[in-house]
């Protein structure tokens, strides 16, 4: 009988270590990513709002959301790094085929917070919002992506965590560019939870993006719509336009308003009219809410409450204004721009054929004073104010332009060709930095600031 033990050579075998299951070391680097934005996104969320409400981005915002001898020096720092016209990005896996509409997007898991997949190379952006100086939401057109769209039209989301130097997927609601009474153009975040996607349909995100609800029974199209203080305001209006350009032809509108995570909207009192109403007259701060429709300024509490129609009490009524009953100069319309915080307000008056003309008020539109003519080429598209700061950005038909004080303007420097159309949008989501968007669903480049409007950079989605 031998006295061989089988479980003394067992043990003192050398034991191979099995190998890992192919890709695991790859899963665990993507959810470090994905924490890692996570972290980033909660930790910026404390100021969101506030810097949500000066975007109205349109203000993204909004939405959204943005050298001269005569800009104060604080603006003017030459030892920082201008954002460059390409941006390399780490290779990312490609996301599913998209098959159309109701499968426009990656899985669920993305989200505002961050994905590991990369927007459509045919994305095209027409929106874009801003809820911190590093965190925002782009929407487009990826129809031009034959790959992506296959033979529908579509609608793509992306997201950014380093003010547009790179960008993710985000899923996108089931909705096509608009097209008369349906369809989406616009993106809006409150926070990285709350957005809504609009223009003219409406819907709704509580999860940062990763899932979107339809908002059904508002009587009409949705043309604007902003978010400060929990809340989002939208116009609702009865226009007439087709195809793309579903905010012509608007009679009349009525202001409606919902508290974040809410499906309930109710109308304002006293925001309604049968009156003409354009995409951007909603403006937000902290404290106020503005609208401008035709010739009537609306205003009011933007944290709840009623809105009334602003009566001049004297002095000068710009051009676009009414006043007390007396009639606006035909064929002038007017682009708003409110100071946050504050009551102060910065208007453009302007006809198709007329050079601008900029006043300023106060007192939240009750009395102005004027600022002469801007010397801006082009009509002014867009109009804003940066946060705590005197510095103004217009957008124009023609150019980008900056100003520290509303009367003397200069041209910006734009990176490149200038876009055929110029530009539908321009804000400052801070001091320094801001974004705008060309004109025209075919351009796929946004531009980029981080100098308070003087320069700016082109940046590919």
Not at 68 to 83: C, E
Request: glycine content about 12%; overall charge neutral.
């Amino acid at each position: 009988m031998s006295d061989h033990d089988p479980i003394d050579d067992w043990l003192s075998t050398d034991v191979e270590l099995l190998s890992p299951v192919p890709g695991t070391f790859d899963r665990i680097h993507r959810r470090a990513r994905r924490r890692k934005a996570l972290t980033a996104t909660t930790t910026a969320l404390g100021a969101a709002v506030v810097i949500a409400a000066a975007v109205v981005l349109p203000q993204a915002v909004p939405g959204l959301l943005p050298g001269h001898a005569t800009i104060p020096s604080k603006i003017v720092d030459s030892s920082k790094p201008s954002p460059s016209g390409h941006h390399e990005q780490t290779k990312r896996p490609k996301p599913p085929a998209f098959a159309g509409p109701a499968s426009l997007s990656p899985p669920a898991q993305s989200s505002i917070a961050g994905s590991d997949y990369r927007p459509p190379s045919g994305f095209a952006a027409t929106s874009v919002t801003f809820i911190s100086g590093e965190i925002g939401a782009a929407l487009g057109d990826a129809t031009g992506d034959k790959a992506a769209c296959k033979d529908s039209s579509c609608t793509a989301i992306a997201g950014t965590s380093d003010y547009g130097q790179s960008w993710f997927a985000i899923d996108a609601p089931p909705a096509g560019p608009p097209d008369g009474s349906s369809g989406v153009s616009q993106v809006r975040f409150l926070n990285g939870s709350y957005g809504w996607a609009y223009g003219p349909q409406l819907f709704a995100t509580s999860d940062g993006g990763a899932t979107w609800t339809q908002v059904e029974g508002l009587p009409g199209r949705v043309i604007d719509l902003a978010t400060v203080n929990g809340r989002a305001y939208a116009v609702v209006a009865v226009c007439g336009g087709q195809g793309r350009d579903f905010a012509a032809d608007c009679t009349s509108f009525a202001l409606y308003s919902s508290p974040a995570g809410s499906g309930t909207w109710r109308q304002v009192r006293g925001a309604a009219a049968h009156l003409p109403v354009k995409p951007g007259a909603l403006q937000l701060t902290d404290t106020n809410g503005y609208l401008l429709a035709g010739p009537v300024l609306y205003a009011g509490s933007s944290s709840g409450g009623s809105w009334a129609a602003v009566k001049i009490s004297s002095g000068t009524v710009p051009s676009c204004l009414d006043g007390r009953g007396r009639q606006a100069v035909a064929g002038e319309s007017g682009v708003l721009a409110p100071v946050n915080p504050g009551s102060s307000l910065y208007l453009s008056c302007q006809s198709a054929t007329g050079e601008p003309v900029i006043y300023q008020s106060a007192d939240g539109g009750q009395s102005w004073q004027s600022d002469g003519r801007a010397g801006l080429a082009g009509l002014i598209t867009s109009l804003a104010v940066a946060p705590a700061s005197d510095t103004l950005v217009a957008a124009t038909t023609s150019g980008l332009y900056y100003s520290a004080d509303g009367r003397t303007w200069h041209q910006a420097s734009v990176s490149g060709k200038l876009p055929a159309g110029g530009f539908s949008f321009a804000g400052l989501t801070t001091e320094y930095q801001g974004v705008a968007v060309p004109a025209g669903s075919a351009v796929r480049r946004i531009y980029i600031t981080s100098d308070g409007g003087q320069t700016w950079q082109a940046a590919s989605i």
